[in-house]
């Protein structure tokens, strides 16, 4: 479950990152910052989520989350470095992720209307930020567009699915987190589609 990620490896990831971004790495710099990100601001989501329940476990530690969410901003700032869309989707989750949500918005917003249609990587990327879109626009309570960012992020995600056929090849293109993960929000969003549409 959630509660169960361990922040060490975001520890680990961050200097590995801004190292790869010193030697001019980029690949190798977005995706050790994208393990980063994700690592650290799904541990402060679940701090967040569980704090009851960690309040008394006696595990709860504000100044820990704090340093967490430190090395999320370094990994987000060698994200920005890198230049990549998948970079930017990484960054408007991770502010997702974070509770940020009006600026969530604005970077994926932004990344949407750079992508160019037809592509492999464009069409994944713009397909899951959609559905991040949608995420954020619900808690929002704009229904509408939630709804149309959710229809055709769908579509666009699923397409890209299919066309991966091979293991971890979602991890290649999406680099956020792993395919099954993908798949995992992918089904998450459809099940909130039709929950909405049902009479």
């Known amino acids: 479950m959630q509660y169960f990620v361990d922040d060490n490896y975001a520890?680990?990831?961050?200097?590995?990152?801004?190292?790869?971004?010193?030697?001019?790495?980029?690949?190798?710099?977005?995706?050790?910052?994208?393990?980063?990100?994700?690592?650290?601001?799904?541990?402060?989501?679940?701090?967040?989520q569980y704090r009851q329940m960690f309040q008394l476990a006696g595990r709860y530690d504000p100044q820990k989350i704090d340093t967490v969410k430190a090395l999320a901003e370094r990994a987000m700032r060698v994200?920005?470095?890198?230049?990549?869309?998948?970079?930017?989707?990484?960054?408007?989750?991770?502010?997702?992720?974070?509770?940020?949500?009006?600026?969530s918005i604005g970077v994926l917003e932004e990344l949407v209307g750079t992508l160019t249609p037809g592509t492999l990587e464009h069409d994944a990327v713009r397909g899951?930020?959609?559905?991040?879109?949608?995420?954020?626009?619900?808690?929002?309570?704009?229904?509408?567009?939630?709804?149309?960012?959710?229809?055709?992020?769908?579509?666009?995600?699923?397409?890209?699915?299919?066309r991966l056929d091979k293991p971890g090849a979602a991890d290649t293109v999406f680099g956020w987190e792993p395919d099954d993960t993908a798949r995992l929000l992918l089904n998450r969003q459809a099940e909130t589609s039709t929950q909405q549409t049902s009479p």
């Open 128 to 162: 899951f930020a959609l559905l991040t879109l949608a995420q954020c626009y619900d808690g929002l309570d704009r229904a509408a567009d939630a709804r149309e960012a959710r229809q055709e992020g769908l579509r666009l995600a699923a397409s890209a699915l299919e």
């Open 11 to 48: 520890v680990a990831y961050v200097p590995l990152a801004e190292d790869a971004l010193k030697r001019g790495d980029r690949d190798q710099a977005a995706l050790d910052a994208g393990r980063a990100l994700c690592l650290a601001t799904q541990w402060v989501q679940s701090q967040r």
């Open 79 to 103: 994200l920005e470095e890198t230049g990549r869309p998948v970079s930017k989707l990484r960054i408007g989750l991770g502010l997702y992720r974070l509770d940020r949500v009006d600026e």
